[in-house]
Antibody, heavy 121, light 110 residues
Framework: EVQLLESGGGLVQPGESLTLSCAAS????????MTWVRQAPGKGLEWVAG????????YSSDAVKGRFTISRDNFQNTLYLQMNSLRAEDTAVYYC??????????????WGQGTLVTVSS | QAVVTQEPSLTVSPGGTVTLTCDSS?????????PYWFQQKPGQAPRTLIY???NRHSWTPARFSGSLLGGKAALTLSGAQPEDEADYYC??????????FGGGTKLTVL
């Protein structure tokens, strides 16, 4: 069974940093791209970043480019999102997601339960 | 950057049929956009319903179907149930791994 468990969310002040983690199990982690998707309170879904199975290809949305970094540890079966220079508009539930197919598939198929990040002074 | 547009809200009667659509500001939505549809209930994570425009996941009830219709991606619910009341989001692929979600449709079963 595919399981994705996010952690690391919390309350931070504007300008601070935070790292989210997503522990994956139930599948061969390195065979799948992985994605972060976020949802601001009461708002829709927003694709944030994706990383290839090897970690060699990374894509980020314009909203977070230069501030957020997606990475992965295929030995620890863990996905990360390093978030720097956080802004109030980054307040959201952050979901970790895996596609339905392995290889060059990037759209979310399986979702974690999310972790809440609140940026406020 | 492209904008993906969905109906903000729709209402369907129990047992009725409703079609949700997903439109792209860049033009016709095609299979090359690999449309996905997700269902999200309050306080829950999204759940994938349809992938690559027309394919149901193993957990997707047969009353949900996806299609390409009139230049848009479409999600049709036939025989709506009370438990189908939820927010529905589409996702389109434009280049490589870059994806854009629609704004979501709030579906009421009433």
């Amino acid at each position: 069974e595919v399981q994705l468990l996010e952690s690391g969310g919390g309350l931070v002040q504007p300008g601070e940093s935070l790292t989210l983690s997503c522990a994956a199990s139930g599948f061969t982690f390195s065979s799948y791209t992985m994605t972060w998707v976020r949802q601001a309170p009461g708002k829709g879904l927003e694709w944030v970043a994706g990383v290839s199975g090897s970690g060699g290809s990374i894509y980020s949305s314009d909203a977070v480019k230069g501030r957020f970094t997606i990475s992965r540890d295929n030995f620890q079966n863990t996905l990360y999102l390093q978030m720097n220079s956080l802004r109030a508009e980054d307040t959201a539930v952050y979901y970790c997601a895996r596609p339905l197919c392995s290889g060059d598939c990037w759209s979310p198929g399986y979702w974690g339960q999310g972790t809440l990040v609140t940026v406020s002074s | 950057q492209a904008v993906v547009t969905q109906e903000p809200s729709l209402t369907v009667s129990p047992g009725g049929t409703v079609t949700l659509t997903c439109d792209s500001s860049t033009g016709t939505v095609t299979s090359g956009h690999y449309p996905y549809w997700f269902q999200q209930k309050p306080g829950q994570a999204p759940r994938t319903l349809i992938y690559d425009a027309t394919n149901r996941h193993s957990w997707t009830p047969a009353r949900f179907s996806g299609s390409l219709l009139g230049g848009k991606a479409a999600l049709t619910l036939s025989g709506a149930q009370p438990e189908d009341e939820a927010d529905y989001y589409c996702l389109l692929t434009y280049s490589g791994a870059r994806k854009i979600f629609g704004g979501g449709t709030k579906l009421t079963v009433l």
